[in-house]
Protein backbone atom coordinates (compact mmCIF):
# COMPACT_ATOMS: atom_id res chain seq x y z
CA UNK A 1 0.00 0.00 0.00
CA UNK A 2 1.39 3.25 -1.02
CA UNK A 3 1.83 5.88 1.68
CA UNK A 4 -0.73 9.20 1.86
CA UNK A 5 0.70 12.19 1.52
CA UNK A 6 0.06 14.95 4.32
CA UNK A 7 -3.32 15.87 4.36
CA UNK A 8 -3.63 19.59 2.60
CA UNK A 9 -4.33 21.93 5.89
CA UNK A 10 -7.10 23.82 3.85
CA UNK A 11 -8.58 20.99 3.30
CA UNK A 12 -9.92 20.84 7.47
CA UNK A 13 -11.57 23.93 7.56
CA UNK A 14 -13.30 23.16 3.70
CA UNK A 15 -14.95 19.78 4.93
CA UNK A 16 -15.90 20.65 8.21
CA UNK A 17 -18.87 21.41 8.13
CA UNK A 18 -19.99 18.66 5.71
CA UNK A 19 -18.75 16.10 8.19
CA UNK A 20 -21.22 14.56 11.21
CA UNK A 21 -21.26 16.57 14.32
CA UNK A 22 -19.88 14.94 17.13
CA UNK A 23 -22.73 13.97 18.83
CA UNK A 24 -25.96 13.93 16.39
CA UNK A 25 -28.92 16.00 18.17
CA UNK A 26 -31.83 16.38 16.61
CA UNK A 27 -32.70 20.56 16.86
CA UNK A 28 -36.48 20.35 17.28
CA UNK A 29 -36.55 17.67 19.72
CA UNK A 30 -33.17 18.10 21.41
CA UNK A 31 -33.29 14.03 21.26
CA UNK A 32 -30.67 11.93 19.57
CA UNK A 33 -31.62 10.95 15.63
CA UNK A 34 -32.81 7.67 14.74
CA UNK A 35 -30.94 8.13 11.34
CA UNK A 36 -27.34 8.38 11.35
CA UNK A 37 -25.39 10.81 9.49
CA UNK A 38 -24.85 10.11 5.89
CA UNK A 39 -22.08 11.49 3.79
CA UNK A 40 -22.29 10.28 0.02
CA UNK A 41 -18.61 10.77 -1.28
CA UNK A 42 -16.69 9.22 -4.45
CA UNK A 43 -14.25 10.40 -7.41
CA UNK A 44 -15.90 10.96 -11.46
CA UNK A 45 -14.54 12.29 -14.24
CA UNK A 46 -15.50 14.96 -16.01
CA UNK A 47 -18.12 12.69 -17.89
CA UNK A 48 -19.40 11.78 -14.68
CA UNK A 49 -18.04 8.35 -14.60
CA UNK A 50 -16.51 6.60 -11.65
CA UNK A 51 -14.70 3.77 -13.60
CA UNK A 52 -13.89 2.97 -17.23
CA UNK A 53 -15.33 -0.25 -17.60
CA UNK A 54 -18.02 -1.94 -15.65
CA UNK A 55 -16.31 -3.91 -12.75
CA UNK A 56 -12.77 -2.60 -13.54
CA UNK A 57 -10.97 -0.19 -10.70
CA UNK A 58 -10.25 3.08 -11.96
CA UNK A 59 -7.57 5.72 -9.93
CA UNK A 60 -9.62 9.39 -10.90
CA UNK A 61 -8.00 10.75 -7.66
CA UNK A 62 -4.62 12.09 -7.13
CA UNK A 63 -2.82 11.18 -3.34
CA UNK A 64 -4.09 14.50 -2.53
CA UNK A 65 -7.16 13.29 -2.45
CA UNK A 66 -6.38 9.51 -1.52
CA UNK A 67 -5.59 11.38 1.59
CA UNK A 68 -8.90 13.38 1.90
CA UNK A 69 -10.87 10.35 1.71
CA UNK A 70 -8.73 8.79 4.36
CA UNK A 71 -9.54 11.84 5.89
CA UNK A 72 -13.16 11.89 6.15
CA UNK A 73 -13.22 8.24 6.66
CA UNK A 74 -11.50 9.22 9.98
CA UNK A 75 -14.88 11.06 10.79
CA UNK A 76 -17.19 8.17 10.01
CA UNK A 77 -18.02 5.34 12.05
CA UNK A 78 -19.32 2.98 9.06
CA UNK A 79 -17.92 2.77 5.38
CA UNK A 80 -20.28 1.82 2.96
CA UNK A 81 -20.01 -0.05 -0.42
CA UNK A 82 -21.82 -2.20 -2.71
CA UNK A 83 -21.16 -6.07 -3.31
CA UNK A 84 -20.14 -4.49 -7.16
CA UNK A 85 -17.37 -2.59 -5.26
CA UNK A 86 -16.59 -5.26 -3.47
CA UNK A 87 -15.54 -7.92 -6.09
CA UNK A 88 -13.81 -5.13 -8.55
CA UNK A 89 -12.43 -3.34 -5.97
CA UNK A 90 -10.97 -6.18 -3.59
CA UNK A 91 -10.81 -2.75 -1.22
CA UNK A 92 -9.10 -2.55 2.49
CA UNK A 93 -11.75 -0.26 3.83
CA UNK A 94 -9.86 0.77 6.66
CA UNK A 95 -9.01 4.54 7.88
CA UNK A 96 -5.05 5.08 7.06
CA UNK A 97 -5.37 8.50 7.69
CA UNK A 98 -3.72 9.10 11.31
CA UNK A 99 -4.42 12.50 13.17
CA UNK A 100 -1.23 14.08 15.33
CA UNK A 101 -3.57 14.72 17.65
CA UNK A 102 -4.67 11.01 18.22
CA UNK A 103 -2.21 7.87 19.38
CA UNK A 104 -4.11 5.09 17.43
CA UNK A 105 -5.65 5.12 13.70
CA UNK A 106 -9.43 5.08 13.68
CA UNK A 107 -10.81 1.76 13.19
CA UNK A 108 -13.91 2.65 11.01
CA UNK A 109 -16.85 -0.51 9.99
CA UNK A 110 -16.75 -1.47 6.52
CA UNK A 111 -20.52 -1.94 5.61
CA UNK A 112 -21.03 -4.54 2.40
CA UNK A 113 -24.73 -4.08 1.00
CA UNK A 114 -25.09 -7.94 -0.88
CA UNK A 115 -28.38 -8.64 -0.61
CA UNK A 116 -27.81 -12.09 -2.10
CA UNK A 117 -24.63 -12.71 -0.65
CA UNK A 118 -22.27 -12.57 -3.48
CA UNK A 119 -19.50 -12.13 -1.13
CA UNK A 120 -19.29 -16.04 -0.25
CA UNK A 121 -16.39 -17.70 -0.11
CA UNK A 122 -14.65 -14.47 -1.71
CA UNK A 123 -13.93 -13.15 1.87
CA UNK A 124 -11.84 -15.51 2.84
CA UNK A 125 -9.01 -14.79 0.24
CA UNK A 126 -10.38 -10.87 0.67
CA UNK A 127 -7.81 -8.15 1.23
CA UNK A 128 -10.59 -7.14 3.32
CA UNK A 129 -10.94 -10.13 6.08
CA UNK A 130 -6.35 -9.62 5.95
CA UNK A 131 -6.77 -5.95 6.69
CA UNK A 132 -9.36 -7.19 9.85
CA UNK A 133 -7.05 -10.33 10.96
CA UNK A 134 -3.78 -7.93 10.79
CA UNK A 135 -5.61 -5.57 13.02
CA UNK A 136 -5.51 -2.74 10.61
CA UNK A 137 -9.66 -2.48 10.02
CA UNK A 138 -12.76 -3.91 11.38
CA UNK A 139 -14.65 -7.20 10.00
CA UNK A 140 -17.43 -6.14 7.89
CA UNK A 141 -21.27 -6.06 8.24
CA UNK A 142 -23.12 -7.41 5.13
CA UNK A 143 -26.94 -6.89 4.51
CA UNK A 144 -28.16 -9.67 3.00
CA UNK A 145 -32.00 -9.63 1.97
CA UNK A 146 -34.22 -11.72 4.49
CA UNK A 147 -35.41 -14.48 2.03
CA UNK A 148 -31.60 -15.58 1.26
CA UNK A 149 -30.72 -16.68 4.81
CA UNK A 150 -32.13 -20.29 4.34
CA UNK A 151 -31.32 -20.38 0.39
CA UNK A 152 -27.36 -19.69 1.32
CA UNK A 153 -25.52 -22.27 3.05
CA UNK A 154 -22.50 -20.37 3.57
CA UNK A 155 -24.11 -18.04 4.99
CA UNK A 156 -24.25 -19.82 8.26
CA UNK A 157 -20.44 -20.37 8.28
CA UNK A 158 -20.00 -16.73 7.82
CA UNK A 159 -22.88 -15.68 10.25
CA UNK A 160 -20.61 -17.64 13.14
CA UNK A 161 -18.13 -15.25 13.15
CA UNK A 162 -19.48 -12.06 11.43
CA UNK A 163 -22.38 -9.82 11.94
CA UNK A 164 -25.12 -9.75 9.33
CA UNK A 165 -27.89 -7.74 8.98
CA UNK A 166 -31.84 -9.15 7.60
CA UNK A 167 -33.61 -6.63 5.85
CA UNK A 168 -36.31 -7.31 3.21
CA UNK A 169 -36.22 -6.09 0.16
CA UNK A 170 -39.11 -3.69 -1.47
CA UNK A 171 -39.97 -6.45 -3.83
CA UNK A 172 -42.46 -4.09 -5.29
CA UNK A 173 -39.56 -1.61 -6.83
CA UNK A 174 -36.62 -3.88 -8.83
CA UNK A 175 -35.71 -6.14 -5.49
CA UNK A 176 -33.87 -3.00 -3.90
CA UNK A 177 -33.53 -2.29 -0.14
CA UNK A 178 -35.71 0.92 1.20
CA UNK A 179 -32.57 2.92 2.53
CA UNK A 180 -34.07 3.99 5.34
CA UNK A 181 -34.48 0.99 6.35
CA UNK A 182 -30.89 0.19 5.86
CA UNK A 183 -30.02 3.19 7.59
CA UNK A 184 -32.32 2.77 10.55
CA UNK A 185 -30.73 -0.51 11.14
CA UNK A 186 -27.62 1.21 11.22
CA UNK A 187 -28.75 3.43 13.20
CA UNK A 188 -29.54 0.28 16.02
CA UNK A 189 -25.78 -0.75 15.84
CA UNK A 190 -24.62 2.88 17.39
CA UNK A 191 -23.20 3.59 13.96
CA UNK A 192 -23.76 7.11 14.29
CA UNK A 193 -22.15 8.20 10.97
CA UNK A 194 -22.30 6.39 7.38
CA UNK A 195 -19.58 7.52 5.12
CA UNK A 196 -21.19 5.87 1.32
CA UNK A 197 -18.61 5.45 -1.23
CA UNK A 198 -20.29 3.47 -3.92
CA UNK A 199 -20.36 1.96 -6.48
CA UNK A 200 -21.94 3.18 -9.45
CA UNK A 201 -25.08 1.06 -8.65
CA UNK A 202 -25.61 2.37 -4.93
CA UNK A 203 -24.53 6.27 -5.86
CA UNK A 204 -27.45 5.94 -8.40
CA UNK A 205 -29.88 4.34 -5.72
CA UNK A 206 -29.20 6.70 -2.91
CA UNK A 207 -29.38 9.97 -5.52
CA UNK A 208 -32.41 8.62 -7.22
CA UNK A 209 -34.15 8.35 -3.84
CA UNK A 210 -32.98 11.73 -3.34
CA UNK A 211 -35.18 13.24 -6.00
CA UNK A 212 -38.18 11.05 -5.81
CA UNK A 213 -38.71 11.66 -1.93
CA UNK A 214 -37.99 15.44 -0.78
CA UNK A 215 -39.01 15.72 2.23
CA UNK A 216 -36.81 12.44 3.46
CA UNK A 217 -33.25 12.92 2.46
CA UNK A 218 -30.97 10.38 4.22
CA UNK A 219 -27.86 12.20 2.70
CA UNK A 220 -26.47 14.44 4.88
CA UNK A 221 -23.77 15.78 2.40
CA UNK A 222 -22.23 15.35 -0.90
CA UNK A 223 -18.33 14.82 -1.18
CA UNK A 224 -17.49 14.71 -4.75
CA UNK A 225 -13.51 14.50 -6.24
CA UNK A 226 -13.36 15.54 -9.71
CA UNK A 227 -10.02 14.48 -11.75
CA UNK A 228 -9.31 15.58 -15.01
CA UNK A 229 -10.04 12.84 -16.96
CA UNK A 230 -12.89 11.86 -19.36
CA UNK A 231 -12.94 8.00 -19.42
CA UNK A 232 -15.42 8.33 -22.62
CA UNK A 233 -18.63 6.33 -23.03
CA UNK A 234 -17.63 3.06 -22.22
CA UNK A 235 -16.73 4.28 -18.88
CA UNK A 236 -19.45 3.55 -15.92
CA UNK A 237 -21.80 6.58 -15.10
CA UNK A 238 -23.32 8.43 -12.15
CA UNK A 239 -26.25 10.29 -13.02
CA UNK A 240 -29.61 10.31 -10.59
CA UNK A 241 -32.96 9.08 -11.85
CA UNK A 242 -34.43 13.04 -12.26
CA UNK A 243 -32.60 15.93 -11.92
CA UNK A 244 -31.28 17.05 -8.75
CA UNK A 245 -29.98 20.89 -7.39
CA UNK A 246 -27.68 21.33 -4.73
CA UNK A 247 -27.54 23.47 -1.93
CA UNK A 248 -24.76 25.22 0.20
CA UNK A 249 -22.47 24.58 -2.50
CA UNK A 250 -18.06 24.61 -2.04
CA UNK A 251 -15.34 24.35 -3.98
CA UNK A 252 -11.78 23.75 -3.17
CA UNK A 253 -8.97 23.13 -5.89
CA UNK A 254 -5.78 21.01 -5.32
CA UNK A 255 -2.90 20.44 -6.96
CA UNK A 256 -5.21 18.37 -9.59
CA UNK A 257 -8.25 17.28 -8.55
CA UNK A 258 -11.20 19.73 -7.61
CA UNK A 259 -13.50 18.70 -4.89
CA UNK A 260 -17.20 19.93 -4.51
CA UNK A 261 -19.10 20.39 -1.21
CA UNK A 262 -22.59 19.93 -0.82
CA UNK A 263 -25.57 19.51 0.94
CA UNK A 264 -29.03 18.16 -1.18
CA UNK A 265 -31.65 20.80 0.36
CA UNK A 266 -31.60 23.74 2.12
CA UNK A 267 -33.43 22.67 4.73
CA UNK A 268 -31.94 19.56 5.71
CA UNK A 269 -34.49 18.45 8.70
CA UNK A 270 -32.51 16.03 10.49
CA UNK A 271 -29.67 18.72 11.25
N1 LIG B 1 -14.58 6.38 -8.39
C1 LIG B 1 -15.11 6.04 -7.24
O1 LIG B 1 -15.19 6.85 -6.32
C2 LIG B 1 -15.64 4.65 -7.04
C3 LIG B 1 -16.14 4.30 -5.79
C4 LIG B 1 -16.63 3.01 -5.61
C5 LIG B 1 -16.63 2.12 -6.66
N2 LIG B 1 -16.16 2.51 -7.86
C6 LIG B 1 -16.24 1.61 -9.01
O2 LIG B 1 -17.61 1.29 -9.24
C7 LIG B 1 -17.70 0.00 -9.85
C8 LIG B 1 -18.68 -0.84 -9.09
O3 LIG B 1 -19.97 -0.29 -9.24
P1 LIG B 1 -21.23 -1.28 -9.35
O4 LIG B 1 -22.43 -0.46 -9.67
O5 LIG B 1 -20.87 -2.41 -10.24
O6 LIG B 1 -21.28 -1.91 -7.91
P2 LIG B 1 -21.83 -1.42 -6.50
O7 LIG B 1 -20.68 -1.35 -5.56
O8 LIG B 1 -22.71 -0.22 -6.62
O9 LIG B 1 -22.68 -2.69 -6.06
C9 LIG B 1 -23.79 -3.07 -6.84
C10 LIG B 1 -24.64 -4.06 -6.10
O10 LIG B 1 -25.08 -3.47 -4.87
C11 LIG B 1 -26.39 -3.93 -4.59
N3 LIG B 1 -27.26 -2.75 -4.48
C12 LIG B 1 -27.07 -1.51 -4.96
N4 LIG B 1 -28.08 -0.69 -4.60
C13 LIG B 1 -28.94 -1.46 -3.85
C14 LIG B 1 -30.16 -1.21 -3.17
N5 LIG B 1 -30.75 -0.02 -3.16
N6 LIG B 1 -30.73 -2.24 -2.51
C15 LIG B 1 -30.16 -3.47 -2.50
N7 LIG B 1 -29.01 -3.76 -3.12
C16 LIG B 1 -28.40 -2.76 -3.78
C17 LIG B 1 -26.82 -4.85 -5.73
O11 LIG B 1 -26.51 -6.17 -5.34
C18 LIG B 1 -25.91 -4.43 -6.84
O12 LIG B 1 -25.65 -5.48 -7.75
C19 LIG B 1 -16.30 -0.59 -9.82
O13 LIG B 1 -15.72 -0.44 -11.10
C20 LIG B 1 -15.57 0.27 -8.82
O14 LIG B 1 -14.19 0.34 -9.09
C21 LIG B 1 -15.65 3.75 -8.08
N1 LIG C 1 -11.81 8.49 -3.75
C1 LIG C 1 -11.65 7.58 -4.73
N2 LIG C 1 -10.90 7.87 -5.80
C2 LIG C 1 -10.72 6.97 -6.80
O1 LIG C 1 -10.01 7.28 -7.77
C3 LIG C 1 -11.34 5.69 -6.71
N3 LIG C 1 -11.18 4.77 -7.67
C4 LIG C 1 -12.11 5.42 -5.55
N4 LIG C 1 -12.69 4.21 -5.41
C5 LIG C 1 -13.41 3.95 -4.18
C6 LIG C 1 -13.58 2.51 -3.93
O2 LIG C 1 -14.44 2.28 -2.82
C7 LIG C 1 -12.28 1.79 -3.67
O3 LIG C 1 -12.63 0.45 -3.60
C8 LIG C 1 -11.67 2.18 -2.36
O4 LIG C 1 -11.17 3.48 -2.41
C9 LIG C 1 -10.50 1.29 -2.06
O5 LIG C 1 -10.41 1.30 -0.70
P1 LIG C 1 -9.05 0.96 0.03
O6 LIG C 1 -8.13 2.13 -0.25
O7 LIG C 1 -8.57 -0.33 -0.53
O8 LIG C 1 -9.46 0.88 1.47
N5 LIG C 1 -12.26 6.38 -4.61
Known sequence: MAPLSPLAPTLIPFLDRYLPPTTKVNSETGLNTKLPFVTLTYA?????????????QTVISHLETKTMTHYIRSKHDAILIGIGTFLADDPGLN???????????????????????QLGAKYETSRLRKTAEEGLGLPP???????VLNQNPQINTFCQKHRIILIDLDRNS???????????????????SVMVEGGASIIESLLSCATSNEDTHLINSLIITIGPVFLGKSGVEVSPMNELRLSEVNWWKGIRDSVVCARLNKQDHRS
Open 44 to 56: QSLDSRISKAPGV
Open 95 to 117: CRFQSPMEQKVHLIRPVIIDPTF
Open 141 to 147: IVVVDSL
Open 174 to 192: EARFVWEDVFAELGRQTLN
